[in-house]
């Protein structure tokens, strides 16, 4: 062979070597490729073992944590179960105690028993029974302005009550205390000047006080001389009105009721500090109060009670807005006959503020019909009406409603006027339930309220209807039931009396639950009680004529106790009642035993004036 051909055969040699390091280079590269993909693979699923691992660690820490709760649960549970044993254990060892007890008193007569108990009662306990035993806020409120707290007020023997508590001995002393200084009423400047040195000796009693009711009873035939002199101070200095302001009131205030006589200026300051809070308001709609703040938001204000007062054409009703109103009281203002002002305010009232009511009561003056608008459209949400019935003459006719109809009533409740002739128990002259019960479709409960007490006015809110049905309240259920049937469904002696009227008949006594009178107008009845009042009456001084003209707005004269009482029953309003004992059946003028004087033109002298109140603040200072 050749050397050419071996040169050539051992190229092809090194040329297969060269393709075979080549490849073996090739398949190195590739297998690092692979190894580095499987380490990165590798590194990942290290990864993501140790966030499985971390994630089992916590999930087992919890499991632990719970787990031990679950033991301290059971172990707390298994503690209280110890407890429940050994305090029934202990009850039904004092029980036994108590029985045995309660068995050897029994058999020791009452002057030896002990009387320990009442310093081992709990205060709570007995806050409980004094406020039990007292005349309810309601009541008291409702006939202190009516007239002078005497001595056979409602008020009076509600203060006797309580003021008598802290006496009874020292365990009674601080709970007593409480009671009697919860509810404040002041009725004098003597009594205004002797609570305030209370609070300066004791501070701590002023919060105790929740109500404080401030008012002065001032016989209408007194007004209008002190009327004058306020005046005459008015010209004598010009800054006296700026007296008229009230302290700086706190955030806890959430009532407020200002009389008919209270300036203007105060009750604008009050509600532009209490608007937001307030949950009751009670005023006065007249010619002053209408020119006070005019837009206000009320956000809480629950209850609303307007006294309508003699108004112009020209007034403006409030622009006040109140989201959470519920209720609402209309009534008018004592010794007012303006039947016009009342038939012009109530729709104003209602079209502003009775869209989401639920409870509503009007009380108009004077008797007859009465246009009020669409009371349904002004009140769609209304449940419970509270009306009264509108006699149009002295009969027995059965007297008509104030409102006809409304078709989401529930409860209705109708003041309706005694007469002698009405038939017995309830001696009400009661309107005829089937004549209006159509108008009524989802009626449930109807009550008859004996008008004698319409100067309540809360008493139908604060006592609701109740069931089971009490007396006076009829189940409107049967609507083919005759209104006899319903009647003597009402009457029946065997239901019990409702709420309101045995409130009334222990606090105010049984002579005036049926009584055929209206104490809404005390200046002609109520004789009897205040005939032992010697303060408020007074003799004409001689040389006086018979016109009218005395020394007090006060006259009693002694006459026929029949005639009295016959122009009495005859009377089913407060017109009728005044026109009767007015005239006699000759026409002749009446000198009836309580005579007022409606004249604003009669005026006391300055001495008289003086002469009385100073009686009264020597009476009210302890």
């Known amino acids: 062979m050749s050397v050419g051909a071996q040169l050539q055969a051992a190229l092809r040699d090194i040329r297969r070597v060269e393709d075979i390091c080549s490849t073996a280079v090739s398949e190195l590269q590739r297998l690092d490729d692979k190894n580095s993909e ?27 944590n719970v787990l031990r709760r679950q033991a301290e649960t059971s172990t707390l549970a298994r503690q209280e179960i110890d407890a429940v044993a050994q305090l029934r254990q202990e009850s039904a060892r004092w029980k036994e105690r108590s029985e045995v007890l309660a068995a050897r008193l029994r058999s020791v007569p009452l002057e030896y028993r002990p009387r320990e108990w009442a310093v081992e009662c709990p205060h709570e306990i007995l806050l409980l029974i004094f406020r039990q035993c007292l005349v309810p806020g309601w009541l008291v409120r409702g006939g202190s302005r009516e007239r002078p707290p005497s001595v056979g007020t409602v008020y009076a023997n509600d203060l006797r009550t309580k003021a008598s508590l802290p006496l009874v001995c020292k365990a009674w002393n601080q709970v007593a205390t409480e009671v009697l200084y919860a509810s404040v009423y002041l009725g004098s400047v003597g009594q205004l000047v002797a609570f305030g040195r209370s609070l300066e000796l004791r501070g701590r009693l002023g919060w105790l006080v929740l109500r404080v009711d401030i008012g002065c009873f001032i016989p ?151 246009l009020l608008g669409d009371i349904p459209a002004l009140c769609p949400q209304l449940q419970h009406l509270i009306i009264p019935a509108r006699p149009e003459t002295n009969t027995l006719e059965p007297p008509a409603v104030l409102v006809q109809a409304h078709p989401t009533v529930r409860f209705l409740d109708i003041w309706c006027q005694g007469h002698a002739k009405s038939p017995p128990p309830s001696n009400l002259n009661t309107p005829d339930l089937s004549v209006f019960r159509a108008g009524f479709p989802a009626l449930e409960t109807c009550r008859f309220l004996d008008a004698t007490f319409a100067y309540l006015d809360m008493l139908p809110i604060e006592c609701p209807p109740g069931l089971p049905a009490a007396r006076g309240e009829i189940a409107v259920s049967n609507v ?38 209206d104490l809404d107008d005390i200046q002609i009845n109520g004789v009897e009680e205040w005939q032992s009042d010697g303060d408020w009456q007074s003799e004409t001084p001689e040389g006086s004529d018979d016109d009218g003209d005395a020394s007090s707005s006060y006259v009693y004269e002694s006459h026929s106790s029949d005639a009295e009482s016959a122009a009495a ?54």
């Open 38 to 64: 499987l380490r990165r693979v590798a590194e990942l699923k290290e990864k993501e073992h140790v966030e499985t691992v971390l994630h089992l660690q916590e999930e087992n820490s919890k499991l632990r």
């Open 480 to 517: 083919d039931a005759t209104n006899d049937e319903l009647l003597a469904a009402s009457t029946d002696v065997s239901r019990p009396h409702p709420t309101w009227m045995a409130i009334i008949d222990e606090c105010v006594g049984p002579r005036a639950v049926n009584w055929n009178g």
């Open 220 to 370: 209408r035939g007194y007004y209008p001389p002190i009327r004058i002199r306020n005046a005459a101070h008015l010209l004598l200095s010009p800054d006296y009105r700026a007296s008229c302001r009230l302290p700086s009131l706190g955030g806890t205030i959430t009532s407020l009721d200002f009389g008919s006589l209270v300036d203007k200026t105060l009750l604008d300051g009050a509600l532009a500090t209490l608007h937001t809070q307030l949950l009751h308001l009670r005023l006065s709609l007249s010619e002053d109060t209408l020119t006070i703040s005019r837009s206000l938001h009320f956000p809480l204000l629950e209850v609303l009670t307007v006294r309508i007062q003699d108004t112009s054409e020209q007034s403006i009703l409030w622009d006040w807005t109140m989201p959470a109103l519920r209720t609402m009281v209309i009534v008018a203002e004592r010794f007012s006959d303006h039947e016009d002002d009342f038939q012009k305010w109530t729709p104003r009232l209602l079209r502003s503020f009775a869209q989401g009511i639920t409870t509503l009561s009007l009380k108009p003056p004077g008797v007859g019909q009465l």
């Open 569 to 622: 029953s005859d009377a089913s309003n407060d017109d009728d009642a005044l026109s009767e004992l007015q005239t006699t059946e000759a026409g002749e003028p009446f000198s009836n035993s309580w005579e007022f004087h409606m004249d604003d033109e009669w005026e006391a002298t300055r001495e008289e004036v003086l002469e009385m109140f100073s009686g009264m603040l020597e009476e009210s200072i302890p």
